[in-house]
């Protein structure tokens, strides 16, 4: 059980109502329920996490790729669960999934490898500069600055998700570190 209310978008002021429904499912999801505890840190995170993924300088599929690391890393199964789905409809398969999981970046091409060795080495904090040459040689500064904040703030996200112990929404078993199985 979480450690906080699920709040019900009814009984947040008008303004915040909205930021209670995932924009993706069309209905409330539980980590924005338990936020909803403090609407203004709600307002504030959806706005953080809108920048991230519109301007983190990556495609959708490179995108959640960050973030199924940064779940897998971080041993955030609310997070790992959401964006199982959420990247099947970017485009990233099950095989690709499980390799992140076991951090296993042989199993991408250049780009993407690369991609997620920056990634892994942002949570880390073991980006070198050797690193951060290649990977700003191959994308740029902007990119790189998206991928370490993307990287991290879903890391920042797991650790609110751990602290309120929100659950997975009813009804929903979690589909495990495979998704191949």
Known sequence: MARVPYVDPEDLPEEYRDLVVSKLQGRPVNVYAALGNNPEVL????????????????????????????????????????????????????DEMAAVADGDFDAFDDDEALLLRYAH?????????????????????????????????????AGVLDALDVELEEGDEFVGWDPRE
Do not use: K, M, P
């Not at 953080?48 to 890393?73: H, P, Q, T």
């Not at 949570?123 to 991928?147: C, I, K, N, P, S």
């Open 43 to 94: 307002a504030g995170t959806r706005a953080f996490l809108s920048s991230l993924w519109e301007s983190s300088g990556l495609d959708e599929r490179e995108r959640e790729l960050v973030i199924l690391l940064a779940s897998a890393e971080n041993g955030c199964r609310y997070e790992w669960h959401q964006h199982v789905r959420i990247g099947r409809e970017a485009g990233v398969a099950a």
């Open 121 to 157: 080495a942002a949570l880390g904090r073991e980006v070198d500069d050797a690193l951060h040459e290649a990977f700003v040689a191959a994308r740029d500064d902007a990119t790189a600055v998206g991928v370490a904040s993307l990287a991290n703030g879903y890391t920042a996200l």
